[in-house]
C-alpha cells in the first residue's frame, strides 16, 4: 500500500519526514519494535528510538517499557485533536504579532493619501464589510446583484442599524433587492435612472461617510472583480462629491 500521500499530508501539517514516517508505519502496523517500525517507514533504526521520542513528547504514540520497546499510536482522534490544538495555538500567534505591527503601521497608513487595488470577490467583500463596519453618519451601496446578498456584508449593515447608521441601496430599473437587506430598518433604497447605471463593467459601488469609497468592475463574465478604494483621504472625500453629485442622493 503507497502511504505517500498520508505522509505528504502529515508533513504538511508540522509533522518532520521521520515522524511522518514513523506514525503511518505504526498506524499500519498497530504496534511495533524499532526493528519491526524501520522496516515498514524506512527509516534507519538508530532513528525510529529518537524520533518516537519526539512524537511521544507531542503525544502523538505511547511507549510500552518492554525489552525491546514497543511503540502504540494513540487514537487517531486524539491526534486530529492534538494537530488542531497546535495549528489554533500557531495561528494565533502569528497573528497577534501581526495585529501587534498593524497597530504599529496605521498613523502612517492612515495619514497617506494612498489609493488601493484589491482582486476577488471574497477580497472586495471583506473590504467593503470593513468599510461598512466603520461607517458612522450613512453608508450608499449599489451592486448589479441586490437579489443575492453576501453574508458577510448583511451582517455589517445590521451593525449599522445597531449604530443608527443609516444604509441606502442604489437600485437599477427593475432590478430585484433581497428580502434580507429590507429586514432592517436602516435600510432604504432608491432608483438610479438608467443613464446613470448603464456601465456593463460596474460591479459595486459603496461610499461611507464622506471619505471613504470602493468601486469594482469586471472586464467580462469569466474575469476576475477587481475594486479600487480608499479611506480617510481628500481624493477619497474628493471622490465621493463628484459621484454623489450625479446621484439621485441627498445630502
Request: contains cysteine; glycine residues 4%; aromatic residues 6%.
Amino acid at each position: 500500500m503507497d502511504n505517500s500521500e498520508a505522509i505528504d499530508a502529515l508533513i504538511e501539517l508540522g509533522l518532520s519526514t521521520y515522524e511522518a514516517r514513523v506514525f503511518t508505519a505504526l498506524i499500519e502496523l498497530g504496534e511495533g519494535t524499532a526493528r519491526e517500525v524501520a522496516k515498514t517507514s524506512d527509516v534507519p533504526r538508530s532513528q525510529v528510538y529518537t524520533t518516537a521520542k519526539e512524537l511521544q513528547s507531542r503525544g502523538f504514540i505511547s511507549v510500552q517499557r518492554a525489552n525491546p520497546q514497543v511503540f502504540q499510536p494513540i487514537s487517531l482522534s486524539e491526534v486530529e485533536s492534538q494537530l488542531s490544538r497546535e495549528f489554533e495555538s500557531k495561528r494565533d500567534t502569528a497573528f497577534d504579532r501581526l495585529e501587534t505591527l498593524e497597530r504599529q503601521t496605521a498613523p502612517s497608513a492612515e495619514q497617506s493619501e494612498d489609493v488601493w487595488t484589491i482582486t476577488g470577490t471574497p477580497a472586495i467583500i471583506g473590504r467593503a464589510s470593513q468599510l461598512i463596519d466603520e461607517a458612522e453618519t450613512r453608508v450608499i451601496y449599489g451592486s448589479k446583484d441586490l437579489a443575492h446578498p453576501d453574508a458577510e456584508l448583511l451582517s455589517s449593515v445590521r451593525s449599522c442599524c445597531s449604530r443608527e447608521v443609516p444604509v441606502l441601496l442604489l437600485q437599477n430599473n427593475g432590478q430585484e433587492i433581497a428580502e434580507p437587506w429590507r429586514e432592517n430598518e436602516c435600510v432604504s433604497s432608491v432608483s438610479v435612472p438608467p443613464q446613470q447605471s448603464k456601465s456593463e463593467h460596474a460591479v459595486r459601488l459603496l461610499l461611507v461617510d464622506s471619505d471613504s469609497f470602493l468601486l469594482s468592475v469586471r472586464s467580462n463574465r469569466s474575469a476576475p472583480e477587481i475594486a479600487i478604494w480608499s479611506a480617510n483621504t481628500t481624493f477619497a472625500e474628493a471622490f465621493l462629491q463628484l459621484l454623489t453629485s450625479s446621484l439621485p442622493v441627498t445630502e
